[in-house]
């Protein structure tokens, strides 16, 4: 049972998020720390599982993609918990967490140091004033260097421009797999109590402003009985069930309107509550027509707050229906109006994303903050059922005095030393600009400026030139200077010329033009992408070619056919892979490569015009 406590005062209130790069172990500490407010006994409601990554897609790539809110009981101190993304290309996420919190928690593993995507939040953290403890994680794993890791942290903090009451930050040291937390590195001991101590004492409590009511809607959620929730910390004044409020809106309007439930966050679920103080960060349920940024404010002396400021979109690309000749075999949402809709009710949390009719009814420009802010929603529409075709990803560009700029980003290369030439001439190819290298361990730590369409391609080239080793982060700079012309993808593609089903017989016959992406007795259609040709020009084949059967036997025509694995590519490979005149086709069982003119003759007619 959750354990009720009553707060009188924001005094035993703390707000805190968590910044931690992709797998450093910011959701399994979360997760003890609710273990340990006596909430959850171990295993008990969770079987072990990950409580706060529970999308999965979340689970499946180890990063946190939406930001989730739980809270801890400790010591009468009640410690809401704010889990923001790692990754930059959801920047829309993190703008928001912050702005709900007074504290945060630099989560740090003890042999990787600090990453740049950590650098991304920690900056806008630092801006934003916040007060930071820093946890420096896994010290249990062999060749850890905690004390080394900890000055890196303080030189990061340094060079973002931190304040000296943000420099003077507490250090705990611990293992959140193992379930300990501790002052002193070599000192483990047997709970994480020292860093829910240390929250208390170091994290300011929120400011409990006097006078009328103010509420910025941070995020928001659903509920199949209530609809739409708006999710926020209050600011000033307090909020009561049932009252009349203003809801002040991003473009200036006012529109009354009446809270009928508030809630507070309790363990992972919400409680209901009667009335709600300043500094707590509660959910409201019945206010219509709201949007991420507006504010609720007094009913009769509305004054609104500045709204978030959202991090641009850097690229683009054209979702359209599924026209392939095998539409509608696998998926439930297959219409435009389908994929309309879903869009449109992932413009409501998804604050980075923006979405343009396309130059047909039946497409539409999205626009999002990188291949994987693009491939997350496509893989979750996939998943719910629905078909489409996606074009390939375009950087977005601008006029800026004049001057043509694209997006150029800051990348970080992790690799063993014996790879660094290889990720170097790689990166050098597209445009990069080494800025610097360090090596330790036997490892470099390569920094590079890349325009953004360079990166575009360049991870799946990178982990199969260095085995799999390479670690390859990237963040937004700015925009930039053009700086020219880019080299592509400079294989063609092997195109089927008939729809039926791939023997063996004539992929065996065709292995020597290039590598296959389909498998013997697969489906395929006219105009699909079935494998890449090993010159520059694209070929058409023909992959349903059974052997005739005579009833002659010849000698030496039945040797065995060896077939060469085919290439299976990941959503985001594809989306790296393709050419301006294809598509990747996603329905919920299959990913297939084609080229938008299905026929021979009007690719040719296209080529010439």
């Not at 790069?21 to 959701?27: A, C, L, N, Q, S």
């Not at 240390?198 to 929120?206: G, R, S």
């Not at 609720?296 to 690309?317: G, K, Q, R, V």
Request: glycine share 8%; charged share 25%.
């Amino acid at each position: 049972m959750w354990r009720q406590i009553k707060f009188e005062t924001v005094k035993n209130l703390r707000n805190i998020a968590i910044i931690a790069h992709v797998d450093h172990g910011k959701t399994t500490l979360v997760d003890k720390m609710i273990m340990q407010g006596n909430l959850l006994r171990e295993n008990e409601q969770t079987g072990g599982d990950l409580i706060l990554d529970n999308n999965d897609i979340e689970r499946e790539r180890g990063i946190t993609i939406l930001s989730k809110n739980v809270s801890v009981i400790y010591k009468d101190y009640k410690i809401n918990i704010i889990d923001t993304p790692g990754h930059a290309d959801f920047g829309g996420e993190v703008e928001r967490v912050l702005n709900m919190c007074d504290g945060v928690i630099l989560l740090v593993d003890a042999f990787e140091g600090t990453m740049p995507q950590t650098r991304f939040v920690l900056q806008k953290a630092l801006s934003l004033g916040k007060k930071p403890i820093v946890v420096i994680n896994k010290v249990d794993k062999p060749n850890c260097r905690p004390e080394v890791v900890n000055e890196q942290v303080f030189d990061l903090m340094f060079t973002l421009g931190a304040t000296e009451e943000q420099l003077d930050y507490k250090t705990i040291y611990g293992s959140a797999k193992q379930g300990w937390m501790s002052h002193v590195a070599t000192e483990p001991t047997d709970s994480i109590t020292p860093l829910l101590d240390t929250i208390i004492d170091e994290i300011p409590e929120p400011e409990n402003v006097e006078g009328t009511v103010q509420m910025l809607v941070t995020s928001l959620e659903y509920s199949p009985y209530v609809g739409r929730i708006a999710v926020g910390k209050i600011t000033r004044g307090f909020l009561t069930a049932g009252q009349n409020v203003t809801l002040a809106k991003r473009d200036g309007s006012m529109v009354k309107t009446k809270i009928k439930d508030l809630m507070v966050f309790e363990g992972l679920g919400k409680v209901k509550a009667e009335r709600v103080e300043c500094g707590e960060i509660c959910a409201l349920v019945g206010i219509e027509g709201f949007e991420i940024g507006d504010t609720i404010c007094d009913f009769a002396n509305p004054e609104a707050l500045p709204p978030i400021a959202i991090d641009e979109p850097t690229m683009s690309m054209l979702f359209t229906i599924n026209n392939s000749p095998f539409f509608g075999k696998d998926g439930k949402y297959v219409t435009s109006r389908h994929i309309k809709e879903r869009l449109d009710k992932e413009l409501e949390k998804n604050l980075a994303l923006r979405v343009e009719p396309g130059q047909n009814a039946d497409s539409f420009v999205v626009y999002g903050r990188g291949v994987l802010h693009l491939s997350v929603l496509i893989e979750t529409m996939r998943r719910e059922g629905y078909e489409l075709q996606v074009g390939q990803p375009k950087v977005i560009t601008k006029m800026i005095d004049g001057v043509k700029c694209e997006p150029i980003e800051e990348m970080t290369v992790d690799c063993p030393d014996d790879c660094a030439g290889t990720v170097i001439e790689l990166t050098t190819r597209r445009k990069g600009q080494l800025v610097n290298m360090e090596s330790a361990n036997e490892r470099t730590r390569l920094e590079f400026i890349i325009p953004s369409r360079g990166i575009i391609g360049l991870r799946s080239t990178m982990i199969t030139a260095t085995a799999g080793e390479a670690i390859m982060t990237h963040r937004l700079k700015g925009f930039e200077p053009w700086v020219g012309e880019m080299e592509s993808r400079n294989v063609g593609a092997i195109i089927a010329s008939e729809s039926g089903t791939a023997y063996a017989y004539s992929i065996d016959k065709l292995q020597d033009r290039g590598k296959f992406f389909i498998s013997p007795m697969e489906q395929v259609y006219c105009g699909q992408v079935v494998g890449e040709h090993t010159r520059s020009n694209d070929i058409t084949v023909n992959v349903t070619k059974a052997k005739q059967l005579t009833n002659m036997r010849a000698s030496g025509s039945d040797e065995k056919t060896s077939i060469a694995p085919p290439v299976i590519f990941s959503l985001e490979e594809a989306l790296e892979y393709i050419r301006e005149d294809e598509y990747v086709e996603v329905t919920p069982k299959a990913i297939r490569l084609r080229k938008i003119l299905l026929s021979e003759v009007d690719r040719k007619r296209a080529s010439k015009e």
